[in-house]
């Protein structure tokens, strides 16, 4: 017997069933397992005996077993929501600093969380006022054989065709070519349409609707287009747009046949007018458009969208267009091409396509916002946890009397969740107030003008973010309560410290994560911030001060050059095809002598005004014979000599270079080198051609004393000159801080990542600092009875998180060193890493780290020992 | 008084009854497998005091501690007066029964 009973039944089983079992009955009952269990090893192999044990444990649940706890009899206390309410408030305003940094806290993350709710909810929004949308598809391409093997939204146009003769399961077929666009000049003034050809089963496919026109016959007619409401009252104002005449600079005469309604929504699909198909034939005949219709070649010119008339039959059509693609393309080549089928509501957001016939944003920067969003709210929700629990030892008592008074667990929790509810609703206040803030801000960057984001929450929305609001609350309050409920109330009346809280080394970790996080980014935005700052104000070697770069828009240069210069306070014009550092580059074949091998140099089409305009230096040679017809000669800059392999640039003056394919030039002067790209890169070989054809810009020196005057009067030259055109102007250095602003968009967006998280981690210091020191109160007060001085108090209460704030500023600055070293390395003109920028991060952080620890420790301190000890 | 036993419910009490101060969970059930052959689950049968005690036809208390048991107490069930009464009650009622039988329905066997 002795023996038997050392055979012990499954542990995980007993566990098991003293969980669920009632203890008045387990005793008894388990005893009887067990007596059973000895009797099976006897009989049976020790699994057998083991499954036996199992099945007896699982039949023993029922009603009678089960353990009955009171809370399931009064899961919602409606009774007492309205007391755990009013305390709860009472609670709130008591302590008001504590409250305004939870919600503070709170409300700023979760802020971020509804910006990205709201984005995600605007870019998930469109195409939904198609009536069809959950049955249209479109086909999309893959080239086998090319270098980015990416989908591509655009077919061929055949592919069009072939489908309506040889697929009769589709109902509408709508294809859209590219190249209806151009200038249209009205009332003097020259207005961009951009736009597509397509079939009239547009308006049956989709749910765009004709305001005025029939959309029966509105596409049939070659050259007929249909506009836009905006871009027809742009044309016409009250005029009725019905039948007029558009005359589309490039493509001829179009006829109008219809107005559309406005969109009810967004569409992935953009355009401002749309054009009969049948204009296209005629076109590409008169080669206006390159030929596409039958050209299986031409991926990139046209997109197909369709539905099927009755069942779906996906396989059944991509058999078909496997079929169509093997007829089509040879296999090996370099158009080895697969169809693919796409829903149009996988379209945006989607996988990452190229081609898009619109904007549209790829689901991998969903799915990353939405890993964002989570991450910020756990991180806050942590917080919240670690601060209410620091704090609860001021409110064990009121949980011990509550329990004395027969309230159970789960009212306890209960009372708590519902504070962190109020508290959550409290921060969503704040938060959608703050939202208003960052939404004009975050509109204005450029990458979101560019997405088309139009943050405009409705009430959507905002059921969204109250929902949102309240599982914030639901979840952070649920690890508060739980530790709240769990006080024994002859602890909590007694006046001991409540139950015991696991894991301040887990706590502490987290914080110094937390604070390296902060760290990391408060450097990284600096240095971001301080490298473009060092590209847009660095001496670039040329001057931009003063000149005013006019863009020609088709003028002529030369014409327009003296009616500048008549003007007082203008001291030259240049003229160029290009403006440095904007981005754009143009380059051209360079080598000495035919047999050599060609080389491709950046170049910039001048005149002889441009380096006496830029305040370039010659440092050898002369600048160009002005006037010259033809192009016989050319600058260069020392790179470019020393790349031509000049050993100096004197020796380079009178060189003979072939640029293209056969224009021969003398190399005249050599100008020193200056930063003519982007700050990225080093500075490259460079050739100044004297090409009058290409200018795109007049570059005016202006004297710049009066800059509202001389605008006005550089004006009225231009309308003068070409008054179709508006006065495109751009002072030279704007122009440049333009081009540097985008990358302001990253700056934004890290700062307001850093101030994040800095806020984040300041609250979890604050909550730690709290709780260890509430939990150190008795031992300061003794220390105090025994004469610790002040001073001795602060670096006791202290050390512990100076210490975590050295360790993080330690890994922060390491990481944030090779981190950062890692991009700024990419740029050839860069700032160095400097302590200082440590330093400001360190200090920042002490700063916080200060506030947050020190008016804990200055309150332990101030805290009448008498007060503390009185309970011993 | 009358009381509405179940069949199950029958057994388990005489079993009780029988093992008179000696019963308990386990010792019922082998007793029904052993002397009636039928296959009982221990839960059922603890099931079935549960409710007999519920419905006072029987008493318990925690015993004393024993070896074999790791220690844990047996719950002693025995027999209350009400279930005797019980017990008696659906014997007589059975025994009016098997009265009311005519001799002839076995004889023919």
């Known amino acids: ?872 | 008084m009358r009381f509405n036993l179940g069949e199950f419910e029958e057994i388990v009490l005489l079993v009780v009854a029988a093992q008179n101060d000696d019963a308990y969970g386990l010792s019922v059930t082998t007793a029904i497998e052993k002397e009636l052959k039928r296959s009982v689950t221990m839960s059922s049968v603890h099931t079935a005091l549960y409710r007999l005690e519920e419905k006072g036809l029987v008493k318990s208390e925690v015993g004393g501690t024993t070896k074999s048991r790791g220690g844990r107490r047996k719950r002693i069930f025995m027999i209350s007066s009400a279930g005797k009464d019980a017990l008696l009650q659906a014997k007589d009622a059975r025994t009016h029964l098997w009265s009311m039988i005519p001799k002839i329905v076995f004889e023919g066997q």
């Open chain 1, 1 to 872: 017997m002795k023996s038997q009973s050392t055979i012990q039944p499954p542990k995980l089983a007993d566990r098991f069933f003293n969980w669920y079992c009632r203890n008045e009955l387990s005793e008894s009952i388990q005893g009887d397992l067990h007596e059973r269990y000895d009797f099976y090893r006897t009989e049976y192999s020790p699994i057998r005996s083991n499954y036996l044990y199992w099945m007896d444990i699982l039949r023993f649940i029922n009603r009678h077993t089960l353990k009955r706890t009171s809370t399931r009899r009064t899961f919602i206390p409606t009774i007492m929501l309205k007391n755990y309410t009013l305390v709860a408030l009472r609670n709130i305003k008591r302590n008001k600093a504590f409250t305004m940094i939870n919600v503070i806290g709170l409300s700023i993350s979760m802020a971020v969380c509804l910006l990205i709710l709201a984005t995600i909810d605007d870019q998930t929004s469109y195409d939904e006022f198609h009536s069809k949308r959950d049955d249209i598809y479109r086909v999309t391409h893959e080239r086998l054989n090319a270098e980015v093997n990416i989908p591509i939204a655009t077919t061929p146009m055949p592919l069009g065709d072939r489908l309506r003769n040889e697929y009769a399961s589709l109902e509408h077929i709508v294809q859209f070519r590219r190249g209806f666009q151009g200038e249209i000049i009205d009332n003097g003034k020259a207005i961009n349409l951009n736009g597509y050809f397509t079939n009239p089963e547009v308006f049956e496919l989709f749910d765009f609707e004709l305001e005025v026109g029939n959309p029966a016959t509105a596409l049939s007619e070659p050259n007929s287009v249909i506009l836009r409401k905006d871009i027809a009252e742009k044309f016409f104002r009250d005029k009725d747009p019905m039948g007029q005449d558009l005359n589309v600079e490039g493509l001829g005469q179009f006829k109008v046949t219809g107005v559309l309604k406005e969109l009810p929504g967004k569409t992935h699909i953009n355009f401002e007018a749309l054009s009969s198909f049948s204009t296209v034939a005629s076109l590409e005949k008169q080669e206006i458009l390159s030929e596409s219709l039958s050209d299986w070649e031409k991926l990139s010119t046209g997109w197909v969208y369709f539905n099927f008339k009755e069942e779906e039959k996906l396989a059944d059509l991509q058999n078909t267009l496997n079929r169509i693609s093997d007829e089509s393309y040879d296999e090996d080549s370099e158009y080895e091409v697969v169809f693919h089928i796409q829903k149009m509501t996988d379209i945006t957001p989607g996988p990452l396509m190229g081609n898009q016939i619109g904007q549209s944003m790829p689901n991998f920067f969903i799915y990353g916002l939405v890993v964002l969003a989570i991450l910020i709210m756990t991180c806050a929700a942590f917080n919240y946890a670690n601060l209410t629990t620091a704090r609860a030892l001021t409110r064990f008592k009121e949980v011990g009397v509550r329990k004395v008074m027969g309230s159970t667990k789960g009212q306890v929790i209960m009372q708590f969740i519902i504070e962190a509810v109020l508290v959550s609703l409290f921060s969503l206040l704040l938060a959608i107030g703050l939202l208003k803030l960052l939404i004009p801000a975050f509109e204005s960057l450029n990458m979101s003008s560019l997405l088309e984001w139009k943050l405009n929450p409705d009430t959507k929305v905002y059921i969204q973010f109250f929902i949102f609001s309240l599982v914030t609350g639901l979840v952070t309050g649920f690890f508060p309560s739980l530790y709240m409920s769990s006080v024994k109330p002859i602890n909590a009346l007694k006046g001991s410290s409540g139950p015991k809280m696991g894991g301040i080394g887990l706590r502490k970790s987290l914080i110094v994560t937390q604070l390296v996080i902060s760290i990391v980014l408060i450097i990284s935005s600096t240095l971001v911030h301080r490298q473009i700052k060092y590209m847009m104000t660095r001496d670039y070697g040329f001057q931009r001060d003063n000149i005013v770069n006019i863009a020609l828009q088709g003028q002529d240069f030369d014409l327009l050059k003296p009616e500048l210069e008549k003007l007082s306070f203008v001291e030259q014009v240049s003229g160029a095809n290009n403006i440095p550092n904007t981005g754009q580059h143009y380059d051209i074949d360079i080598r000495k002598t035919v047999s050599e091998e060609a080389e491709k140099y950046n170049y910039f089409a001048v005149d002889e005004s441009y380096i006496k305009n830029l305040k370039l230096e010659l440092v050898a040679g002369t600048n160009f014979t002005p006037k010259q017809t033809e192009e016989r000669e050319v600058i260069i800059n020392e790179q470019a000599a020393e790349a031509l392999g000049f050993a100096t640039p004197i020796e380079a003056i009178g060189g003979n270079v072939i640029l293209g394919d056969s224009t021969n030039v003398n190399i005249v002067g050599v100008v020193k080198n200056y930063n003519f790209m982007i700050l990225y890169m080093e500075i490259r070989p460079l050739l100044l051609r004297y090409n009058p054809e290409e200018f795109e810009w007049a570059q005016a020196k202006v004297a710049g004393a009066n800059p509202i005057q001389e605008l006005k009067e550089l004006e009225s030259v231009w309308a003068g000159f070409d008054p179709n055109h508006d006065f495109d102007y751009k002072y030279f250095d704007d122009q440049i801080e333009e081009f540097y602003s985008m990358f302001y968009d990253f700056v934004y967006i890290i700062g307001l990542i850093s101030i994040l998280s800095i806020v984040i981690a300041g609250m979890g210091l604050l909550g730690i600092a709290t709780y260890s020191i509430q939990t150190r109160l008795k031992e300061v007060g003794i220390r105090k009875i025994l004469g610790a001085e002040g001073k001795n108090l602060v670096m006791l209460l202290g050390k512990s998180f100076f210490i975590m704030i050295v360790i993080s500023t330690f890994i922060g600055g390491l990481i944030s060193f090779f981190g950062n070293k890692a991009w700024l390395e990419l740029f050839a003109y860069r700032i160095t890493f400097g302590y200082d920028i440590l330093g400001i991060a360190f200090l920042f952080i002490i700063v916080v780290g200060g506030l947050t620890i020190g008016t804990q420790t200055w309150k332990a301190m101030k805290t009448n020992p008498a007060d503390i000890l009185r309970n011993e």
